[in-house]
């Protein structure tokens, strides 16, 4: 069984970018909408340079794009991105769930075999 990703340094771009606190932050923010940097680092006591720099490694990552509408640069979620990552690890948790269906009917068998005669 294949995964239905095959870009692994893509995909580690971007665990690897939301493996930070404040890119999830930032993520879980333009999951409402798009913002602009100032607005995006109002809720951190950080630097709009810092909050720059982490949605720099965002953008790497391919986790969300920039745009241009007149002076405003506003940054936006690439959702097909997050269903990417949702993507792989549903892969493997239906994998781990079927391994564990296959477990429970030998056991029941096995339950079963060993059960005295009624």
């Not at 990552?61 to 949702?86: F, I, K, M, N, Y």
Request: glycine share 2%; with cysteine; aromatic share 4%.
């Amino acid at each position: 069984m294949s995964c239905p990703v095959d870009d692994d340094d893509r995909l580690d771009e971007a665990f690897l970018a939301l493996a930070d606190p404040v890119r999830r932050a930032i993520v879980a923010r333009l999951s409402t909408g798009s913002a602009t940097v100032n607005e995006l680092a109002e809720p951190f006591a950080i630097t709009k340079q810092a909050v720059s720099k982490h949605i720099a490694v965002l953008e790497k990552a391919g986790l969300v794009t920039r745009s241009r509408d007149a002076q405003r640069r506003p940054v936006h979620l690439d959702a097909a991105a997050l269903e990417r990552l949702t993507a792989w690890i549903d892969h493997y948790r239906l994998r781990a769930e079927a391994a564990y269906r296959r477990l429970d009917a030998v056991l029941a068998d096995a339950s079963a075999a060993s059960a005295p005669n009624e």
